[in-house]
Each structure stands twice: as C-alpha cells, then as structure tokens.
C-alpha cells in the first residue's frame, strides 16, 4: 500500500512537498486555511536571490533551487512567470566602491557568475535610475518569479499527480500516538490519518506547532511592498539599493565596511531598515519596496510611515518614476530563524517540518523534492546537515533586527 502524506500549509513550500511525494505514488493530503499561496507566495517581490545567499547550505540550496525552476517550466501542466535577467545592487556613493569591489571578489570567489558594473552599465540595465548612479554588484545567476503564479502552477502539478489539495481547511493541532505523528486534527474536530505529516506553515508555524505543544523558533519579518500601473519595460534585473546591503552579513564581514555608509535619514526617521527594491513584472507593473520590520504576530496591514518611506527612497534613487501612477499596495509576513536557514527535517517520527524559509522563492521547490527523499528513506539530494531539526535556534524576540 502506498505512502500517506499530510501537508499542512499551501505555499510554494507546501505545495512543492505534495508536487513531488505525489509523483512518486504517495497519497497526498493538503490541507491550506485560505488558498495555495496566501501567505508570504503571493506577497513578495519575487526575487530568486543567489547573490548574497551564504556559503553552504543556503548558498547550494539556492543554486540548486534556480536550476530546478528550468525542469519544472518543462514538466507543470500550466505556466508560471519566471524571467532570467540577473540581479543587481546599485550604489550610489564613491566611498561604498571598495566595500562592493571586495564583496563581487569574494561572490565570485563562491562560484556565482559576478561582476562589478560601472555607471553606463547600471543605467542600460535600469532605465529609471538616478543619472549619478555610482556603479552596481551585478550577479547573473539571480532571476524573478512571479510567486503566486509558481505556486498555482506547482498546484496544478499536485491535483495532475492526484494530490487532493483542499483550501478553507484549518489545521487545529498534530496528532499523536505516543511520540509518532498520525496524523491531524482540524478546527472542526475532523481526524485525518497518515504515515507523515508534513508542518510547511511559514510564518504562522511558532503559533501552529505551540497548539501541539511545540516550541519551534520561527520568527516572523513584515515586508511592505507597492505596485505601479503597467509600464513599459525599462528594468531587466531584480534591483536592490545600497541600503540592502547592511542586511547581509556577506557585506558586514567584509574588511572595509563601514556601516556609516549605508545608513539613510529616512531609516532614521522611520526607526526600520529599508530593503529598497524594485522589480518590473512581465505585464509591466513595478513593485517598489520596502521597510522591514519584525511583528509579534502575522500581519499583513500597510501602515502610513512604511509607504511613505517607500516613496521618499524611491523618488529619491529613480527620478523616472517620479510621475508613475500607483495601483495598489500590500505587505507580506516572512519566516525566519535566528540563523537564518530554514528547518528541514523529520522531528519526530513521522512529522516533518519544512518551515523558516526567508528566501523560499530559491529554495522552496528543492525543499519539497528533499522532504519527499526522505520520507521515502533516501538520501537528499542536497545535504540538509545545517538545516536540521535540534539545533540551537535563539528564542524569538518581537522587533529584534536580523540579519540575514
């Protein structure tokens, strides 16, 4: 008799997991309390970002997590937006030159496709960028998604293996037969059976795992994020600025840095970093973004401060959009753990959590294809070593700043 398979959770990590268990002849189960890809899958910016992934685990899951998005173009029912044009990191200040010019040797050295790009170069690239633009980290091997479609599409891979993926259906707790996961039990007091059960509840598992007398450390990041109406298309890459780069502790290692450099008065004034992005989707809009800060909760509202920092560094580092019309806006709750990489693992008998993922665009659809290896008794395809289940995560602090 085939394996029974329970996923809690429908975003492009839980849907990933059902996509390949299916495939192998599992009987798959989701279970999602709103709709494939509500939570952080529908609400970032779509970055699938190799350029300042650390060494090691996140560095191989990523580069391994971008060449799986080429097979699945190939082999889901439906397609999904998805464009290869790099990445880049702009700058803006001579003084932050060394810092970058250090930070593209040592990528390089890593083994991403890397270079350094002059002012003419940036503004081939990103046609509504300040005219006095510094130069730009330029990384080939980063790419965009459009999340909310690779999930559907991933979905729709799921129910074409018939995985039976149920939206509406709120997961109340785990159940438990002795130590070994069984299965779950719904809001509505339903029982559901099965040989695993697999936790891939982003953002909200902290809360979901205590109702089961767990305590698992994943935090919570809230990004807020505008869109434009439909432009015409004038940036090729995902564009980060200079602000993003006191984020990465890739760059805060680095022998110049100097995080003087880095820091803006609208940071100041606002009391949260800026992750200053913008990206153009294939049907023209601009997502523009966005302050970061850490909720105690999920939460997914827009606050007055936030967009208006948004629009200030906006306005400030690409004049071209000065005029644009805007559409709508949104923000987007992250997980995160206090090291940054996710949790992969079986926990218990037969529960397996897959949750934590900060950068689940790169790395979701190869966690999906992991979990299924081992719940089928195989080794995973990447080494799952720093990502396991038991090792020391610091306690969550509300409002603490991470690093990634």
Same mark, same amino acid.
């Given at each position: 008799? %085939?394996?029974?398979?329970?996923?809690?959770?429908?975003?492009?990590?839980?849907?990933?997991?059902?996509?390949?268990?299916?495939?192998?002849?599992?009987?798959?189960?989701? !279970?999602?309390?709103?709709?494939?890809?509500?939570?952080? %899958? %529908?609400?970032?910016?779509?970055?699938?970002?190799?350029?300042?992934?650390?060494?090691?685990?996140?560095?191989?899951?990523?580069?391994?997590?971008?060449?799986?998005?080429?097979?699945?173009? *190939?082999?889901? /029912?439906?397609? !999904?937006?998805?464009?290869?044009?790099?990445?880049?990191?702009? !700058?803006?200040?001579?003084? =932050?030159?060394?810092?970058?010019?250090?930070?593209?040797?040592?990528?390089?050295?890593?083994?991403?496709? &890397?270079?350094?790009?002059?002012?003419?170069? +940036?503004?081939? @690239?990103?046609? /509504?960028?300040?005219?006095?633009?510094?130069?730009?980290?330029?990384?080939?091997?980063?790419?965009?998604?459009?999340?909310?479609?690779?999930?559907?599409?991933?979905?729709?891979?799921?129910?074409?293996?018939?995985?039976?993926?149920?939206?509406?259906?709120?997961?109340?707790?785990?159940?438990?037969?002795?130590?070994?996961?069984?299965?779950?039990?719904?809001?509505?007091?339903? =029982?559901?059976?099965?040989?695993?059960? +697999?936790?891939?509840?982003?953002?909200?598992?902290?809360?979901?795992?205590?109702?089961?007398?767990?305590?698992?450390?994943?935090?919570?990041?809230?990004?807020?994020?505008?869109?434009?109406? /439909?432009?015409?298309?004038?940036?090729?890459?995902?564009?980060?600025?200079?602000?993003?780069?006191? =984020?990465?502790?890739? !760059?805060?290692?680095?022998?110049?840095?100097?995080?003087?450099?880095?820091?803006?008065?609208?940071?100041?004034?606002?009391?949260?970093?800026?992750?200053?992005?913008?990206?153009?989707?294939?049907?023209? *809009?601009?997502?523009?973004?966005?302050? &970061?800060?850490?909720?105690?909760?999920?939460?997914?509202?827009?606050?007055? &401060?936030?967009?208006?920092?948004?629009?200030?560094?906006?306005?400030?580092?690409?004049?071209?959009?000065?005029?644009?019309?805007?559409?709508?806006?949104?923000?987007?709750? @992250?997980?995160?753990?206090?090291?940054?990489?996710?949790?992969?693992?079986?926990?218990?008998?037969?529960?397996?959590?897959?949750?934590?993922?900060?950068?689940?665009?790169?790395?979701? /659809?190869?966690?999906?294809?992991?979990?299924?290896?081992? &719940?089928?008794?195989?080794?995973?395809?990447?080494?799952?070593?720093?990502?396991?289940?038991?090792?020391?995560?610091?306690?969550?602090?509300?409002?603490?700043?991470?690093?990634?």
């Amino acid at each position: 008799m %085939s394996t029974s398979v329970i996923v809690i959770g429908g975003g492009i990590v839980g849907t990933s997991v059902a996509y390949y268990a299916a495939r192998e002849g599992m009987r798959v189960t989701l !279970f999602e309390e709103e709709y494939p890809g509500y939570g952080a %899958s %529908s609400r970032n910016a779509g970055y699938v970002w190799l350029h300042c992934r650390n060494a090691g685990w996140a560095l191989d899951a990523s580069v391994a997590g971008r060449a799986l998005y080429d097979e699945l173009r *190939e082999e889901l /029912p439906q397609n !999904f937006e998805f464009r290869a044009e790099g990445g880049l990191i702009y !700058f803006t200040d001579e003084a =932050q030159a060394p810092i970058f010019r250090e930070f593209v040797e040592a990528r390089s050295a890593d083994g991403l496709d &890397m270079e350094l790009l002059d002012n003419r170069e +940036v503004r081939n @690239l990103v046609g /509504p960028i300040r005219p006095d633009v510094a130069g730009a980290s330029f990384c080939a091997n980063d790419a965009q998604i459009n999340t909310a479609t690779v999930v559907d599409a991933i979905a729709a891979g799921a129910r074409a293996e018939s995985a039976d993926i149920r939206e509406g259906v709120r997961v109340d707790r785990i159940l438990f037969d002795g130590d070994r996961a069984i299965g779950a039990v719904t809001v509505e007091g339903e =029982q559901h059976l099965a040989d695993y059960v +697999v936790v891939a509840t982003g953002a909200w598992t902290e809360k979901f795992m205590r109702a089961s007398g767990w305590d698992v450390r994943v935090g919570r990041e809230r990004l807020q994020v505008l869109a434009t109406k /439909p432009l015409p298309q004038q940036i090729a890459p995902v564009v980060y600025g200079p602000a993003t780069a006191k =984020q990465y502790t890739l !760059f805060r290692n680095l022998p110049s840095w100097d995080e003087s450099l880095f820091l803006s008065p609208i940071e100041e004034e606002s009391g949260s970093w800026m992750l200053t992005l913008a990206a153009q989707r294939a049907n023209g *809009e601009v997502l523009l973004g966005c302050p &970061m800060d850490y909720p105690d909760d999920i939460d997914h509202d827009v606050t007055m &401060m936030g967009m208006l920092s948004t629009m200030r560094s906006i306005v400030d580092d690409f004049p071209g959009l000065r005029d644009v019309k805007l559409d709508r806006f949104w923000a987007g709750t @992250l997980p995160t753990t206090s090291d940054m990489v996710p949790i992969i693992d079986e926990a218990a008998p037969g529960l397996m959590i897959a949750a934590g993922h900060t950068f689940g665009n790169s790395t979701g /659809p190869v966690t999906g294809k992991c979990i299924m290896q081992l &719940m089928q008794g195989r080794d995973p395809e990447i080494d799952l070593s720093e990502v396991r289940w038991g090792r020391h995560l610091d306690p969550i602090v509300p409002g603490a700043v991470m690093h990634w």
